[in-house]
């Protein structure tokens, strides 16, 4: 069951999205979504669509970077969607990534990012496109998929 929403406004949406990435646990991340709604890391390929799979991808981020915070830098705003512009950091401590192709390094990072979310008329993002330099990933790491 969906959380009851006190604001009702893209740039709010744009907020809920960062604070939910800061959430130790994807309940609120997953609220924002539309039931098949899709959230697409563009660096790295990754997609994923449903509330399942969503959560799916917070649990592993969260488990990799355990003190991760991300902040709102600047919001951009349309009819249906909204661009926001985030720093997150936190420290690359806690499980590997990418099935282990990505391993932890200890190190803490701070990167910027940008993430284009379209939102239906109830203001639920059925789709999220996020995009970042893949150099400042934490420890600096390259991808992990040999490209």
Not at 1 to 14: E, F, G, H, Q, Y
Not at 20 to 31: C, G, L, M
Not at 138 to 144: S, Y
Request: glycine content about 12%.
């Amino acid at each position: 069951m969906s959380a009851i929403r006190t604001t009702s406004t893209p740039a709010d949406i744009a907020q809920q999205w960062a604070d939910a990435w800061s959430a130790p646990t994807p309940e609120a991340f997953v609220d924002l979504y539309a039931e098949n709604g899709e959230y697409f890391d563009v660096t790295f390929g990754v997609r994923r669509r449903g509330h399942g799979l969503i959560a799916t991808h917070h649990r592993l981020w969260r488990a990799a970077v355990p003190d991760f915070v991300m902040s709102v830098d600047d919001v951009h705003t349309g009819d249906g969607f909204v661009v926001v512009e985030v720093t997150g950091r936190g420290t690359f401590s806690g499980d590997d990534l990418g099935g282990g192709k990505m391993k932890a390094t200890g190190k803490p990072f701070s990167g910027r990012s940008v993430a284009v979310l379209v939102l239906d008329p109830e203001l639920k993002i059925v789709s999220c496109r996020e995009y970042y330099d893949r150099a400042v990933m934490p420890g600096g790491a390259a991808t992990p998929f040999g490209e």
